[in-house]
């Protein structure tokens, strides 16, 4: 058992008791970053004159050899350690002797460890904005290309008033917009270094902690080494803007698996995003979509279990924390993996417009435009609620639409009816009058779809 510690032990630890206390398991995902730390880390402590310039030359020549034979599969990170960083070091010291004795001075494990996993989650908050910023592309162009494709907009399930494919489109896109922004936020506000801190009081070696933060992009160092070691709130953050992108995700899955069903049929799932049924050929399974829904309170339960494990710890580092890794370690893969498939589901979906213009005029979604038409005629808003509400129910027992009723039908319900109400409420007419900027109008999209391009762009600079 290659462990980092013993002096003042007098006895091996118990098999089982180590095997339980080892992160190695798990942590060997963070090897990249805790070489990259200890570079830093090492190159600091030679400016500072704490390592002579042979010595930090001769570590980081170790450390490059380990990740180059590591990378290229001739050197193996075994469980006979305890973690990634007693491997690395121990590695170390094999390959350069008493030199790499030395590149621990001024550190402890809790400020690396906090170290690696911060560098970790900084780079992946990168990842999943990317894999954002692509689906954010999809729906851009749904709405491009949709912007006179006739749709219900719902309440309740229900059909209220008619709108575009691409207003329910841009609906998606401003959440997971705001899902880009988040990140954005995180990114700002986890991006100070936490390495110097030591166990949690800070080191008497005149380490220079701005110099080595700024060898690894942060912004400065963490001003307090007690909380440096003990901060848990990056990742909590993280896995809440997650746990927000999985409920954007899965909110958007259950609407295309009701508008995949025999009953809607507004979309077709491309083959390639579908499966079959081993006992019933007619089948074809949003399973894709479905199971982005499933693995949404896989995700919440990551939150779920970190905000439990942090709740109750006194400060300063205790060793619940070990259980950060394996959960955000899983959620991040699940969120990434979700994006890439619904991206691609959606990317190759197609859209049945007629049927969705069909259901828009059968849904009495222009009820609200007809007791609009009376009220411009004159009418109370009560009485031309009232109206309408009788108009409806007509149209329900003779299995008609409003605009299918003959001019006649409706004078017997209103007088003040007239031809032009065909216009008035036409689905073109509805959907186009409703020009504030944030509605379905053809101009107003347009100018929507102007902004979120700029805002992509922006986010490419």
């Known amino acids: 058992m290659a462990q980092l510690w013993g002096g003042r032990f007098t006895k091996e630890t118990d098999k089982l008791v180590y095997q339980f206390n080892a992160s190695i398991t798990f942590d060997k995902k963070l090897f990249e970053q805790d070489i990259e730390g200890s570079i830093a880390h090492v190159v600091m402590l030679e400016k500072q004159g704490i390592l002579s310039c042979d010595e930090k030359d001769a570590i980081v020549k170790g450390l490059t050899g380990i990740r180059k034979d590591v990378e290229e599969g001739t050197l193996f990170i075994t469980d006979e350690y305890e973690d990634i960083h007693s491997f690395i070091e121990a590695s170390l010291i094999d390959r350069i002797g008493d030199a790499g004795k030395k590149m621990h001075t001024g550190r402890s494990r809790n400020d690396q460890v906090a170290l690696d996993m911060k560098l970790y989650v900084r780079s992946e908050v990168l990842h999943v904005s990317e894999h954002l910023q692509e689906l954010l592309e999809t729906l851009i162009s749904i709405m491009e290309e949709n912007l006179t494709t006739y749709m219900p907009g719902f309440t309740h399930l229900q059909k209220a008033q008619p709108t575009t494919l691409a207003h329910h489109m841009g609906a998606y896109f401003e959440m997971f917009k705001r899902d880009v922004l988040r990140l954005k936020d995180i990114y700002k506000r986890m991006n100070v270094c936490p390495l110097g801190s030591g166990a949690f009081a800070g080191t008497t070696y005149p380490l220079d902690r701005s110099y080595t933060a700024s060898l690894m992009g942060f912004e400065g160092p963490?001003?307090?080494?007690?909380?440096?070691?003990?901060?848990?709130?990056?990742?909590?953050?993280?896995?809440?803007?997650?746990?927000?992108?999985?409920?954007?995700?899965?909110?958007?899955?259950?609407?295309?698996?009701?508008?995949?069903?025999?009953?809607?049929?507004?979309?077709?799932?491309?083959?390639?995003?579908?499966?079959?049924?081993?006992?019933?050929?007619?089948?074809?399974?949003?399973?894709?979509?479905?199971?982005?829904?499933?693995?949404?309170?896989?995700?919440?339960?990551?939150?779920?279990?970190?905000?439990?494990?942090?709740?109750?710890?006194?400060?300063?580092?205790?060793?619940?924390?070990?259980?950060?890794?394996?959960?955000?370690?899983?959620?991040?893969?699940?969120?990434?993996?979700?994006?890439?498939?619904?991206?691609?589901?959606?990317?190759?979906?197609?859209?049945?417009?007629?049927?969705?213009?069909?259901?828009?005029?059968?849904?009495?979604?222009?009820?609200?435009?007809?007791?609009?038409?009376?009220?411009?005629?004159?009418?109370?808003?009560?009485?031309?609620?009232?109206?309408?509400?009788?108009?409806?129910?007509?149209?329900?027992?003779?299995?008609?639409?409003?605009?299918?009723?003959?001019?006649?039908?409706?004078?017997?319900?209103?007088?003040?009816?007239?031809?032009?109400?065909?216009?008035?409420?036409?689905?073109?007419?509805?959907v186009e009058k409703r020009l504030t900027i944030g509605a379905p109008g053809q101009k107003a999209m347009e100018e929507v779809i102007r902004i979120n391009k700029e805002f992509l762009n922006q986010l490419k600079a």
């Open 222 to 430: 963490t001003l307090n080494s007690m909380d440096s070691v003990a901060d848990r709130d990056y990742i909590i953050e993280f896995l809440s803007a997650l746990s927000t992108i999985m409920m954007h995700l899965s909110r958007f899955s259950e609407e295309i698996i009701i508008w995949n069903s025999n009953e809607y049929r507004f979309v077709e799932i491309d083959d390639g995003f579908s499966t079959g049924s081993s006992i019933m050929p007619q089948k074809k399974n949003p399973d894709i979509a479905e199971l982005v829904r499933g693995k949404t309170g896989r995700v919440y339960g990551a939150l779920m279990s970190i905000l439990t494990t942090m709740k109750g710890l006194p400060l300063a580092y205790n060793k619940d924390m070990q259980e950060d890794k394996e959960v955000t370690f899983d959620a991040i893969e699940t969120v990434k993996n979700c994006l890439v498939l619904f991206n691609g589901m959606l990317s190759t979906m197609k859209f049945n417009h007629k049927v969705m213009e069909e259901s828009a005029m059968k849904g009495f979604t222009n009820a609200t435009d007809a007791a609009d038409y009376l009220v411009n005629k004159g009418v109370p808003f009560r009485d031309a609620h009232g109206i309408i509400g009788q108009l409806v129910l007509y149209c329900i027992e003779k299995n008609s639409s409003i605009d299918a009723l003959s001019i006649e039908e409706l004078r017997a319900i209103s007088p003040v009816f007239d031809v032009d109400v065909y216009d008035a409420i036409s689905l073109k007419t509805c």
